[in-house]
């Protein structure tokens, strides 16, 4: 037996890989024969697990191992149950001995895998699929709001977008785009040409390439909730050509701003005039600007069917904004050709560069590009951003350099300035809270923030002083006149961009301009966090760019600037 033993050991000695092959194969089977005797093996039941009266423990004592137990479904049926009961114990049963077959009764993974499975019937019962159906960026077949991201997008996500804003249909395109709408303008296709996952849940549908997996919402309260963010623009004069500058009127003897927001948003208008006894529907046009408001006194005249409401009269019209998305301007893409010139939008962090090429995407229909790469601009629909920055493809490239080889490097820019007592204050959230987040309060308290400051500062200064000494063609815009102007001072952006200014799309872009990057201003802090000295430096800084300016014969700083 020793001399078969020492054979053996030579044999694998001289073959050590033969020697460890056979180690993994023994402990492999090892394992496999554990697992099988746990989930096989029958635990003795004793006395007391045989009378479920007796020693039963606490109700929510958790389940130490499930056994062969099939994770994907409920039970087949009572027997199953009861079976799992007598293999289990008593501690399945509840206080009035019935099978735990009810969500929450009972613990562990499976009590997880469970709720989820009820979680998701619960959500398909918010919203039921109707079908996969054609789509076009000329003609979207849902025409309300749409966003997109790239990243984390499930179907789940877009239904609750879209409900939350009252809409009764959802449809999810390209794995990534959400679109919203009161109806279907489109046909219907093959099941199988929407065949994409989600980015973020695989194994869910959502579209296609130019296809919609289309969910119609079930909304509980759907009337009470449909047009409760309409926005209130304003009153304003009739228009000359109402016909033409209103394409839809109703006469509505019993008036309401509900019953006109109502019928405007169900004809697929973004706006809703409410004239008296009459509801007119259209569009922002040139005829209808809505950029001269009236004093509101011309419009209180109530509503017939609303006694705290004014419905206006048949020369001043009250004007909502519907939840509808004015799709003028909506379509985006890439320039046909390569440019010949490298245009910079420029400004120093926090000065609204990602609002301002929001702004511009919609307002020229192309892309715009970025020095850098924010994978998070790119998840939320700015598809320029994966571009390098010298493609060609985009209208204009993001930046934030201010070195004389950066700008130089470039044909034109567009330079955004911004106060710098805001701009410092944004790119603090951002640097701390994300696009759209803010900065915790011990951020704001401790020495983060005054380190930010002291480096911070001086570069919003010498930014826009490099700028107008090394660059090439450069047009100032001050984040403030954009905000205040918009329709004039993105219409100069346009114009440098060398793209025909569209006075209707501009108007279009009007009713859209927030975006998805705007902070919601709920968490504005309830102090000041500039010290004096902090102020004393930045005015310092304010003087030497408002001098830099005017010494170019150009518009100096706004006066909200200072003093503080």
């Known amino acids: 037996m020793a001399k078969l033993w020492f054979k053996f050991q030579r044999y694998f000695r001289r073959k050590p890989v033969r020697f460890f092959t056979f180690l993994v194969l023994y402990l492999t089977a090892g394992s496999l024969v554990f697992l099988h005797s746990g989930f096989v093996g029958q635990p003795a039941v004793s006395q007391n697990q045989a009378n479920p009266a007796a020693g039963a423990p606490a109700d929510g004592a958790e389940l130490p191992f499930l056994g062969d137990l099939n994770l994907g479904r409920g039970f087949r049926d009572t027997g199953e149950a009861l079976s799992i009961a007598r293999r289990y114990g008593p501690w399945f049963k509840g206080k009035d001995g019935n099978e735990r077959a009810k969500l929450g009764d009972y613990g562990g993974a499976w009590s997880r895998a469970l709720k989820g499975r009820v979680v998701r019937e619960k959500e398909e019962e918010r919203a039921k699929y109707i079908g996969c159906y054609l789509d076009d960026t000329q003609s979207r077949a849902l025409r309300g709001v749409s966003f997109f991201d790239y990243k984390k997008m499930t179907v ?6 879209c409900a939350e804003r009252g809409y009764l249909y959802a449809g999810l395109e390209f794995g990534a785009e959400c679109y919203c709408g009161h109806k279907i303008q489109a046909t ?18 959502c579209g296609g390439a130019n296809r919609l997996s289309v969910y119609r919402l079930q909304l509980a309260q759907e009337s009470a909730r449909r047009y409760g ?7 304003f004069r009739r228009p000359d050509n109402l016909s033409l500058a209103l394409p839809v009127t109703a006469a509505m003897p019993n008036m309401s701003v509900d019953k006109c927001v109502d019928l405007c948003t169900e004809k697929e208008y973004p706006l809703a005039a409410l004239a008296g006894t009459a509801c007119h529907c259209g569009f922002p046009t ?18 017939s069917a609303e006694e705290f409401e004014s419905c206006g009269t048949p020369s001043y019209f009250i004007v909502y904004q519907t939840q509808v998305q004015d ?9 046909p050709a390569k440019s010949k010139q490298l245009i910079a939008l420029a400004s120093f962090p926090g000065a609204g560069n990602t609002w301002a090429r929001h702004l511009i995407e919609l307002a020229t229909g192309f892309y715009t590009g970025s020095y850098y790469f924010d994978g998070s601009l790119y998840n939320k629909g700015f598809k320029g951003e994966r571009d390098h920055w010298r493609s060609g493809r985009t209208i204009c490239i993001k930046t934030h350099e201010s070195g004389q080889k950066e700008i130089e490097a470039f044909d034109a820019a567009i330079l955004l300035i911004r106060n710098p007592y805001k701009a410092l204050m944004a790119e603090f959230n951002r640097k701390y809270g994300g696009h759209i987040g803010f900065a915790s309060h011990a951020h704001w308290k401790g020495e983060e923030w005054p380190e930010f400051v002291r480096n911070y500062a001086p570069w919003w200064a010498t930014h826009t002083l490099d700028w107008l000494k090394f660059g090439k063609k450069v047009l100032v815009v001050h984040f403030e006149d954009l905000k205040q102007d918009l329709f004039v001072q993105l219409g100069r952006m346009v114009s440098l961009l060398g793209v025909a200014v569209r006075e209707d799309r501009l108007l279009c872009v009007e009713s859209q301009k927030d975006g998805n990057f705007k902070r919601s201003g709920l968490r504005k802090l309830e102090y000041d966090p500039y010290t004096a000295d902090m102020q004393k430096t930045i005015s310092a800084y304010i003087k030497m760019v408002d001098a830099a300016l005017r010494g170019r014969n150009l518009t100096g700083v706004p006066d909200a600037y200072y003093p503080r």
């Open 156 to 161: 789940f996500r877009c239904q609750d977008n």
């Open 188 to 205: 219907n296709v093959s099941e199988a040409e929407c065949d994409m996952d989600c980015k973020g849940e695989r194994g869910s549908v």
């Open 229 to 235: 963010s309409a926005v209130f623009r304003g009153c």
């Open 286 to 303: 040139t005829r209808f600007p809505l950029h001269e408001r009236e004093d509101e006194q011309l419009c209180a005249q109530k509503c």
């Open 327 to 335: 799709n003028r301007c909506m379509d985006r893409r890439f320039l």
